[in-house]
């Protein structure tokens, strides 16, 4: 008895290490990922760009992420693939690469889009990772997952603000070897993946699969959380692209200040996604979404109106609220079609960066025929699409916390 005690300690261990070690390669991924748009004053200065090309930037490397981690995701499902995380990592570190040394705007296009192509490979695989390593508590595990991606995403104007501004757009070149660490690293989880992958038991992943929900109850479940990214991802673009132009236009901010107020932002969004899952096990993945997006409401309807300290306060509790969605969500979506975690892991991610680019390229229009506050205006109002929440079944399952998920 004692012999197994301490064995499944060792084993909760192991697992528990790999989880944080992919949730700080997540960070690293996301870190360089947040470089494009932290960067993106510089480049808009140097290369005379409108904010329509901002958004079609946004556009390129998000929406490529978009389209295809569902595919990677699904390939996944039926072939796993270990190393894709390090193969992931690789084309993220060629993407900064061609990012820091473009000579015009279509090679920035060219280095955004191996950035996406990146974003898509290592997100599902990894998110899968995360579930197959949690134990049961798949709501932490995939929050703990998410939140390295998150604290890497809010250092990227940190670091633009301190680091890129003062030596310019070729600085972007010394981050590439934080991502050549971020390979080494993933290539030794890989190869650990690979040698304990086989002991899942193909009766777990059978009573898996028998527990999904009617088909057309899923179907709708689905679209209703499709909406709902809709409105969270759609207002979170306009923080994460717009907000430095924002605080610079109406406040007359320098870039440095808004830079470190977007990371004030980022910050605060990566300590909401932490805290989604584990509430989210605890009462229910429903709840903390309707909560989630529809509680930003009243905050996001005040924030065009009121002066510089009030806009930095509620963009930190939106940033707080909003973010706790999305690992409820994903998980959330993961019970609705058990068997297909990555799948719906690269759907999920997908449709984030894909709401995100395509929210970004929207309002970089808009704000070209019209203004930049009126983007905050219209968007005030995204987050009363949490009403759907209302639509989603209660979904139960039980907690396995001898399981690898």
Known sequence: ???????????????????????????????????????????????????????????????????????????????????SLSFGMGCTLLGLLA???APNFPVLLVGAAILGLGSAIF???????????????????????????????????LLAAFFILPRGQESLAWFALVALGGMSILAVVGRWYKANHRAQSPSHRASAAGTAMPRQQVRCALAVLIALMFSKFFYLASITSYYIFYLMHRFHLPTETAQIYLFVFLAASAAGTFFGGPIGDRVGRKTVIWVSILGVLPFTLVLPYVGLAAT??????????????????????????????????????????GMAAIGAAVLGVVADWTSIEFVYHVCAFLPAIGLLAAFLPNVKTERRPGTAG
């Open 312 to 353: 930095v306060a509620l963009t930190v509790v939106i940033g707080l609220v909003l973010s706790s969605a999305f690992s409820a969500m994903v998980v959330y979506a993961q019970e609705l079609m058990p068997g297909r975690v990555g799948m719906v892991s690269g759907l999920f991610f997908g449709l984030a960066f």
């Open 1 to 83: 008895m004692t012999h197994a005690v301490i064995g499944r300690q060792k084993t909760g261990t192991t697992l528990f290490v790999v989880l944080c070690v992919i949730s700080f390669c997540h960070f690293v991924n996301d870190l360089a990922q947040s470089l494009l748009p932290a960067i993106y004053p510089i480049v808009k200065t140097k290369f005379s760009l409108t904010f329509g090309q901002i958004g079609m930037l946004t556009l390129v490397s998000q929406g490529i992420a978009s389209l295809l981690q569902p595919v990677v995701g699904l390939y996944t499902d039926r072939k796993h693939q270990p190393y």
């Open 123 to 157: 997100h599902p695989e990894s998110s899968r990772l995360a579930r197959f390593v949690s134990g049961g508590a798949h709501g932490f595990a995939q929050s703990l997952f998410q939140v390295g991606g998150n604290f890497g995403g809010s250092f990227g104007p």
């Open 99 to 101: 990012f820091a040394f």
